[in-house]
């Protein structure tokens, strides 16, 4: 267990649902970020903050995609009218200042009907 | 589009042998390099990172980098069963990480 925690830990959904996951870093790391990884690939870049401003966003966040961490604690990721190729797993990591070795929480596993 | 290589595997070596693990990167201004274990169904768990040329020990792991090559590999020796995962490379780029799709170590009793 690194300390960081993300919830839920599975969700099943039904095409064109909207979902919406949350991931509590480890208290003193001030960067976040977001993965998703599908099966037999490693985990894709999506999104990072550095306490509540969102820095960089991959291009496979689409418009369907929406990252908050509005007081540069927690974060949340939303996925409007999901798809099912949004099912994987979706990972949030964090990084305490001065390192840039990051620490992922147990992830969010979606599966879209 | 800056990329990490690595053999899919599945990577089958006897208990108590040692385990080579190899990755290639694209970027050649690539700083800081990582290994994660990945059990089936879990996040990725932090093995070692390194930074400069030449090996890092620690336990029964060794992580080698090449820069000139552009190589990075993980030895693990007396390999255990419970070593059995999927081993990610991941390279920092230079905000975030790209990862390799892992390499599958099985170690058999």
């Known amino acids: 267990d690194t300390g960081v925690s993300q919830d839920p830990r599975h969700k099943i959904t039904k095409r064109g649902q909207n979902v919406t996951f949350r991931c509590d870093p480890i208290?003193?790391?001030?960067?976040l970020y977001w993965y998703r990884q599908t099966l037999g690939q490693g985990p894709e870049f999506l999104t990072y903050?550095?306490?509540?401003?969102?820095?960089?966003k991959s291009r496979l966040l689409s418009d369907r995609f929406s990252a908050e961490r509005p007081k540069g604690s927690f974060s949340t990721l939303e996925i409007q009218r999901t798809e099912q190729g949004d099912s994987a797993m979706y990972l949030c990591?964090?990084?305490?200042?001065?390192?840039?070795?990051?620490?992922f929480g147990p992830g969010t596993r979606l599966t879209v009907l | 589009q800056k990329e990490v290589e690595q053999n899919s595997g599945p990577l089958s070596v006897p208990e108590g042998a040692i385990a080579s693990l190899n990755c290639t990167y694209s970027?050649?201004?690539?700083?800081?390099f990582f290994w994660y274990r990945q059990y089936s169904g879990k996040s990725p768990e932090l093995i070692m990172s390194?930074?400069?040329?030449g090996d890092k020990e620690d336990g029964r792991f060794t992580a080698q980098l090449n820069k000139a090559s552009q190589y990075v590999s993980l030895l693990i020796r007396d390999s255990q069963p419970s070593d059995s995962a999927t081993y990610l490379c991941?390279?920092?780029?230079?905000?975030?990480?790209?990862f390799g799709s892992g390499t599958r170590l099985q170690v058999q009793p």
């Open positions: 990591a964090s990084i305490p200042l001065l390192s840039d070795t990051q620490y």
């Open positions: 208290s003193e790391h001030n960067r």
């Open positions: 903050f550095q306490n509540e401003a969102q820095l960089e």
């Open positions: 970027d050649r201004g690539s700083q800081s």
């Open positions: 390194i930074y400069s040329n």
């Open positions: 991941a390279v920092n780029e230079p905000r975030a990480l790209t």
